[in-house]
């Protein structure tokens, strides 16, 4: 049974950094991309980051480019997205996703670990 576990959200203050994990089980390849998405109060589910299974592939919302940094270590089957220069439109709760190499949609979700960015 595949499971995702986020860690390393928190509440912080405006500029300051936070380095989010995602601890990934039962997968039974290492040929997956995996992601990060967030959702604030009142707002839909919206991507954040995307890696692929080698690491050369890195996707970012406008909202984070030059701030967030996804990463990940196959070997510990873990994923990671480090937080630079937090604003508070940052806040969210922040999911992260798995699917096979070239696969259709994001099947595989953790249950999101909180964010709060005060002003």
């Known amino acids: 049974q595949v499971q995702l576990v986020e860690s390393g959200g928190g509440l912080v203050q405006a500029g300051a950094s936070l380095r989010l994990s995602c601890a990934a089980s039962g997968l039974t390849s290492r040929f997956y991309n995996m992601a990060w998405f967030r959702q604030a109060p009142g707002k839909e589910r919206e991507f954040v980051t995307s890696i692929s299974w080698r690491s050369d592939i890195t996707t970012y919302t406008d909202s984070v480019k030059g701030r967030f940094t996804i990463s990940r270590d196959n070997a510990k089957n873990t994923m990671y997205l480090q937080m630079n220069s937090l604003k508070p439109e940052d806040t969210a709760v922040y999911y992260c996703?798995?699917?096979?190499?070239?696969?259709?949609?994001?099947?595989?979700w953790g249950q999101g670990t909180q964010v709060t960015v005060s002003s």
């Open positions: 996703a798995a699917k096979v190499r070239d696969g259709a949609t994001w099947n595989y």
